[in-house]
């Protein structure tokens, strides 16, 4: 089972950048479908960003344009680099791994508050 620790997030204010990192240990990196989800209180989960083993990406209509999802193998580690960012933006950030046949895992969050 691999295990994830999310780092990078805090405060910053519109038009702001952060970068948000997730770092895995425990299982092969590479084989997982990485992603990023966020959840700001009173709403639903929503996928952010996601990139395949094989370096194919999605976003969610809100961030595109603006986020931009990478994975660095060699350090097991899986990036969020978040520009012109906007209040609406401010949610718990959370890293997710997933395998068909390795299973599903998530880190423990990171907060990101876009505030003047």
């Known amino acids: 089972q691999v295990q994830l620790v999310e780092s990078g997030g805090g405060l910053v204010q519109p038009g702001g950048s952060l970068r948000l990192s997730c770092a895995a240990s425990?299982?092969?990196?590479?084989?997982?479908?990485m992603a990023w989800y966020r959840q700001a209180p009173g709403k639903q989960r929503e996928l952010v960003a996601s990139i395949t083993s094989g370096g194919s990406t999605k976003y969610g209509n809100s961030v595109k344009g603006r986020f931009t999802i990478s994975r660095d193998n060699a350090k097991n580690t899986v990036y969020l680099q978040m520009n012109s960012l906007k209040p609406e933006d401010t949610a718990v950030y959370t890293c997710n791994a997933a395998n068909l046949y390795r299973g599903n895992a998530w880190g423990q969050g990171t907060q990101v508050t876009v505030s003047s």
């Open positions: 425990g299982s092969i990196f590479s084989l997982y479908t």
